[in-house]
């Protein structure tokens, strides 16, 4: 048996340790027997890299890396090329200098390998190194450059120097086309499409595949890929779970599947959480421990977004293709980053509906988010284990009073639309330990602010900031908000709620 890969990004690395390889080979062929700037954007640790070496070694002319591969088939030449490939992953970019360094760093190893003498600047150095080296091998260069955007990700909350560093970039990249003549193909990758200031706007021809449907199963992994080559290790992990393989394959595929990357894409799995997932046989939020961005989690916040409204949420093309600002929509952002995914398309409105992929983000990112606002509840001093036994058994004191005490220990500030923080804040909590709960939800006579249901009870709850909490559970009666669950067996409780936007805790409830 090969052996299950765990982030291995090289891709003769790969063939030559024996790792098992799902074959991208016919869309790396397709793309490399053009003469185009690609640009193809994915979320972190979904195999960007390891599609730039498995062009690298196919431009290295290695045809021995591609045997018994879909390649193997399709090539006939194998001419080697000069490859110039550029890696943005290895520094933190927390000053333009420490930026210039590392990039000036990887230009002078391959002025070095072609005796060029370093003068200039960056992007003057790229220009003399694409056209001296292309002059010197008399072939045209393929440039390869990985995660562009980590130097302005990694400064997201630092404008000033992300503005210095953009135009850094904007200038290297312009000599893409300056250089036409000498290159046979660029090939871009990175999590997000920055075109603030049209990044990319000198670059002739750029050819964004990331929504291509043709180029939709590039990175990740498809159902049928699963079952041909990682069928036995599924037979496996099914086994250790002591459940039959046709559960595994279903539990594998809430859990790390629901990608779609275009209009009609098939389902595509997370590959990390995947792989990890088949090597340890467990179940568990293995992309999402790899880090998740503290800048995604203070968007969220910043917008005062509930995360229930991360459900078919709608966004139209050129909203989700490229981010223009930042302030204004994050949702583009947590696209591109892979918290969102496309789930439907209407081609009338040419408009996208996106939610959240699988169980690993639905589970995951609220703990997060709650983490982030109110730390005392990761093994603090928010007994997470009482306030469900509260809310199971209907002690509706129990809870409030433990909900009242984790906002008093909570240091939040409070920006925008108080209300709906609060409500923000029962939603995370309701939400991660398990329980049924709606926010917003229409009536015929309004909208209650949020029904949480367990398997005896169910909790209407309406918020009011700064008024009486006789007056939310007033509201409550006077609209009929119980009336869709008077036929429900379980027993209900009204509760009205009142905040205090001064101490930013609850003021008073009352129930009946």
Excluded at 468 to 492: C, G, H, T, W
Aim: proline fraction near 3%; glycine fraction near 4%.
């Amino acid at each position: 048996m090969k052996k299950i890969p765990i982030g291995i990004q090289a891709f003769p690395k790969l063939i030559e340790g024996g790792f098992v390889y799902l074959d991208k080979t016919d869309m790396i062929y397709r793309i490399a027997n053009t003469e185009a700037c690609y640009f193809f954007s994915r979320p972190r640790r979904f195999g960007k890299s390891l599609t730039l070496s498995t062009l690298h070694a196919y431009f290295d002319g290695r045809k021995d890396l591609f045997v018994g591969t879909k390649m193997e088939q399709l090539e006939t030449k194998w001419e080697k090329y000069p490859v110039l490939h550029f890696d943005f992953n290895s520094a933190t970019y927390d000053t333009l200098k420490n930026f210039r360094e590392e990039l000036g760093s990887q230009l002078e190893d391959y002025e070095l390998e072609y005796d060029i003498q370093a003068k200039g600047s960056l992007s003057n150095r790229f220009k003399r190194l694409v056209s001296t080296v292309s002059k010197q091998t008399d072939k045209k260069v393929v440039i390869l450059v990985d995660e562009y955007d980590k130097p302005l990700l990694n400064n997201f909350t630092n404008e000033p120097l992300q503005d210095k560093i953009r135009a850094e970039l904007k200038a290297f990249f312009g000599v893409l086309k300056t250089c036409d003549d000498f290159i046979k193909i660029a090939f871009i990758t990175g999590v997000t499409k920055f075109s603030k200031v049209s990044l990319f706007s000198d670059v002739k021809n750029l050819k964004d595949i990331s929504q291509e449907n043709d180029y939709s199963t590039l990175c990740g992994a498809t159902e049928q890929e699963i079952h041909d080559e990682l069928d036995v290790y599924v037979q496996q992990m099914a086994d250790a779970n002591d459940m039959t393989k046709i559960e595994c394959y279903k539990k594998l595929k809430i859990w790390y599947e629901g990608y779609h990357f275009s209009k009609n894409s098939v389902d595509i799995y997370n590959p990390f959480g995947l792989m990890r997932a088949l090597d340890s046989k467990e179940f568990k939020e293995y992309w999402f421990e790899t880090g998740t961005p503290t800048f995604l989690v203070k968007e969220i916040k910043k917008h005062n977004m509930i995360l229930s409204d991360l459900d078919n949420v709608r966004r139209t093309d050129q909203q989700l293709a490229k981010i223009d600002n930042f302030n204004d929509d994050p949702v583009p952002l947590l696209y591109q980053s892979g918290y969102l995914t496309i789930k439907g398309y209407d081609p009338i409105l040419k408009r996208y509906t996106l939610s959240m992929p699988n169980k690993e983000i639905g589970e995951a990112l609220p703990k997060v988010i709650l983490n982030f606002n109110f730390p005392k509840t990761d093994g603090g001093d928010f007994d997470i284990t009482n306030f469900i036994e509260d809310v199971i058994n209907g002690d509706i004191d129990g809870f409030m009073k433990r909900l009242c005490a984790l906002l008093a220990d909570s240091s939040y500030k409070i920006v925008g639309d108080a209300e709906k923080y609060f409500q923000n804040v029962f939603y995370l909590i309701f939400k991660l330990l398990g329980f049924y709960v709606e926010v917003e939800r229409n009536t015929s006579d309004g909208r209650m602010d949020a029904v949480v249901k367990t398997d005896r009870f169910i909790y209407v709850f309406e918020f009011k900031l700064d008024k009486p909490a006789q007056e939310a559970l007033d509201q409550i009666n006077s609209k009929e908000y119980a009336l869709p669950f008077s036929v429900d067996n379980r027993k209900m409780f009204k509760i009205g709620v009142s905040f205090s936007s001064e101490t930013r805790r609850v003021a008073e409830w009352m129930s009946e």
